[in-house]
């Protein structure tokens, strides 16, 4: 059966530094993942809105998988002073609240612990915050099936606060359970409708350009039967599926299989002449057109696998979905296609129109302009070469959700407006800081260290709010010296450090434990932001990181959370794009010398290739388009693509030129004979991947920007430079 999968866990590999430091935190703090819900009421200490308030938070409490906890105003416990220790008490007591009086009261108390307001209320009462925190999530269900228990989580609150959406009392989840829930479930329906309109659109494409409904229906069954074979066999092998990505290998599978059956088609027609007979003419266009696809199957393939240097999950996911169903296509074709083919018992030659008519007086002028213009097409190149080449200098790497994703998705909107309030957080992340020190007997740990690391933290521009053993370190001293404002603050003294963290020990550990594990040594900072600009955020971890290793230098430092784990994608990204492109231009022309069995051919033939990613690179550099999980996907997989025509043009020139035909006559030919195919091919996979501009989602917009950009630059590049340079460098030898 396959599964879904969007978490934010799935995109690194078990052995990854920040993974294998979540799990040490986990294994001291707990679960960090949590869900935050900002609630707008027309005043939140009405007594409607506290009622809504308990409501709200006894449904989270029966409804929500794992939960542990949920912290908000109605379920508060406020520290008050003990003899030893300070002791917290509700600050609401009752079911309901219906007395003003009462109600006065309750803010009077709540607001004489003044560092509440801003942080769970803002100060004209109209937000609160709650918190909802859960307990370690399992892998697998009672039944010991493999679960998502951050999708369950994260529907399940969806699902609660569906009640909760009226004017004058409103409520809005965050965090990653959130995130990952609302993705999966809006890119799912996204990628139905994204292949559907696809499909059809190729479908009436090559129907209009082949006008053979058989060449239809074989397009159709290749794609179908590589398509359900490819996603079965991960259904088997119990592997999951990227919901955002899963678009790519069911475009690249109706890309191929668009392609190979055009160039079978064509080899058919080609042959059609002077075989009549069925079977004979199947084989003769099969051993016309097998070596070409065979080794353009093969190119494909390997450029897709270099998807496997980037150390992100979802990207070589990717690589090998879109390899294997390029596999597959390729034995649909030659195999199973074949075989329908041969019990039609009078060969299907192709009906004039008016269109194929263009098309083929196109490509017959294209084999002489080419030729007669060579001066200026060189020209044009160059030009477009430098100007690609500084472009791909200009290129950002960015990961900003708002950027990337955009506003025009209900979600995003969503996240938007709880961005905008004072209290609330998108985002969180911790630094971790295991000590080999006795943190009960140094106090200095905490009253110099920490707080010097907390007073570094909130200078950094992201910074909104930091939570701390810090805080608690204030309340206490607060409360010792009778809730005296002017003791909010952390003591200079040792002897009152010690006292109060000698208070802390004997106070409720299930709240202090949050943040300081006594026995392991171990503390942590959680740093909350709004706004994630990754080239901003990288810099801030790091500079984070070096002032926490100044200020513990025998501890072990570590940044955790689902925050920092994307921001870290930033440098996989770019260290894995360099290396995957490296990898597929290298194999793709070694592969192609290996085909031509000649060194001039094989560069010749990659000069096609190249020419699309040059476009690309200085598409994005020069309109500012920046690389990201999904655009750097197009690149790769732009020269799988490409490679298909060129070996297809090239190879046909060096049939001609070696059965003793003149170069200037093979490539004449070629136009005449190959030039529809890739014209055809080139212009339902434009139509088919322009889909992409009906989403919502800006990165599918880029992505489909990108494609046509590199998809016409091949076109052009095999249409003109191709035979140009086969003419000046005669690669082959004539008999």
Known sequence: MISMENSFDSWFSPDDPIVLATERYTGVFGNHESVSILVTSDDIFSSASLTQLQKLEQNLLENVPYIRRVSSIVSLSLPEPMLVGFKFLPLIKKETLDDPEEIKALIQRLESHDYLRGRLYTDDHKQTWLTVEFAAFPSTDSL??????????????????????????????????????????????????????????????????????????????????SIVITYGLFGLAGLSIDTTLMTLPLCLGLATSIGYNIHLHNSVQLVAPQYPDTEDLIYHALKHTNKPLFFTALTSILALLSFNLIQIRPVRWVGNASALVIAVVFFVTVIIIPVLRSYRSIPEYPKSTTLLRKISSLMTNLSTGVFLNKGLIAGISICLFILGLIGLTRIDIDMNSTRVIGNRIPYMQRFQELSESDIATLYTYDVMIELEDDIASNP????????????????????????????????????????????????????????????????????????????????????????????????????????????????????????????????????????????????????????????????????????????????????????????????PMILGIAVDDSIHFVDHTRRLVKAGVGYDEAIGRTFRNIGPALLKTTLILVLTFSVYFLSLANFYNVLALLVLVGLIAALLADLTLTPLLIRYFKPFKRK
Request: hydrophobic content about 50%.
């Open 144 to 225: 010991g099936q493999k679960i998502d228990p951050v999708m369950l989580v994260g529907g399940s609150v969806q699902e609660v606060l569906k009640e909760y959406q009226g004017p004058h009392f409103s409520a809005i989840a965050t965090g990653i359970p959130i995130v990952t829930y609302e993705q999966q479930t809006y890119f799912l329906n996204e990628a139905s409708r994204i292949i559907t309109m696809a499909l059809l659109v190729a479908l009436a494409v090559a129907y209009l350009l082949i006008r053979s409904l058989k060449e239809v229906i074989y397009i159709l069954l290749t794609a179908t039967v």
């Open 444 to 635: 200095d740990i905490i009253a110099s260290s920490l707080q010097g690391l907390e007073t570094f933290a909130k200078s950094l521009s992201l910074t909104k709010n930091t939570h701390s053993v810090l805080d608690y370190f204030r309340i206490s001293n607060w409360l010792r010296h009778h809730k005296n404002p002017l003791h909010f603050k952390i003591p200079t003294h040792k002897s009152e450090q010690l006292a109060l963290i000698n208070m802390m020990m004997w106070s409720d550990q299930q709240l202090i434990g949050k943040w300081v594990n006594f026995d392991r040594g171990v503390l942590r900072l959680q740093i909350g932001v709004d706004e994630y600009d990754p080239n901003r955020v990288i810099g801030e971890i790091e500079q984070l990181k070096h002032h926490a290793g100044e200020l513990f230098p025998d501890a072990r430092i570590s940044l955790v959370g689902t925050f920092v784990q994307f921001s870290m994608i930033q440098l996989y990204i770019a260290h894995g794009q360099i290396l995957s492109l490296l990898f597929a231009i290298i194999t793709i022309g070694l592969m192609l010398i290996i085909v031509f069995r000649s060194f001039k051919a094989g560069l010749i033939a990659m000069v096609p290739n190249i020419a699309p990613v040059i476009c690309i690179g200085g598409v994005m550099g020069w309109f500012r388009l920046p690389l990201d999980s999904i655009t750097m996907t197009v690149m």
